[in-house]
C-alpha cells in the first residue's frame, strides 16, 4: 500500500460527517461494522479506497498498545469511542467507498496462529481526540 496521509481525529470526523448517513447506501450496505467486526467475506476490495492512516509516522514506538475506554465499553462495543492515538485505532488505515464516500476504519488482527483483517465503520459522533497518558 502506497503511503497514506496521516489522519487526526478532527479529519476522520469530518469524512464520517460528510458521508451519507442512514440508511446505507445500497453500494456498501453489506458491510454493517457498527463496533469492530472481521471483514466479511462479501467486503469487494474494489469498491474501496484507503485515503489515510491513523499510525502516527513520527512516533518511534508502534507499540502503544493501551485501549481508551472512560465509559467501561469494552474492544467490541459498538459505543466504545474512537481514540485515533489509542489501539487499535493508532494501527488503523481509513477507506471510503468510491461509490458513496462512506468511510470506514480497517487494520489487521495478528496473533500467534492467525491474521484476521477487522472493519469498523466511522462513526462521527465516536471520535475522541483523547490524548496518551
Do not use: K
Request: hydrophobic share 40%.
Amino acid at each position: 500500500m502506497p503511503n497514506l496521509p496521516h489522519l487526526l481525529a478532527a479529519d476522520i470526523q469530518a469524512l464520517a460527517v460528510a458521508a451519507p448517513g442512514s440508511p446505507r447506501p445500497p453500494c456498501c450496505a453489506y458491510v454493517q461494522a457498527p463496533g469492530w467486526e472481521s471483514l466479511p467475506a462479501s467486503f469487494d476490495q474494489a469498491q474501496f479506497r484507503a485515503v489515510g492512516s491513523l499510525r502516527n509516522p513520527d512516533y518511534d514506538a508502534p507499540e502503544v498498545l493501551a485501549e481508551y475506554h472512560p465509559a467501561g465499553t469494552s474492544f467490541w462495543s459498538p459505543d466504545a469511542p474512537i481514540a485515533p492515538r489509542f489501539f487499535p485505532y493508532n494501527r488503523s488505515d481509513v477507506w471510503t467507498c468510491i461509490s458513496c464516500t462512506r468511510p470506514f476504519l480497517r487494520y489487521t488482527e495478528a496473533g500467534g496462529y492467525y491474521v484476521e483483517d477487522r472493519i469498523r465503520e466511522l462513526d462521527p459522533t465516536r471520535v475522541v481526540d483523547a490524548v496518551l497518558p
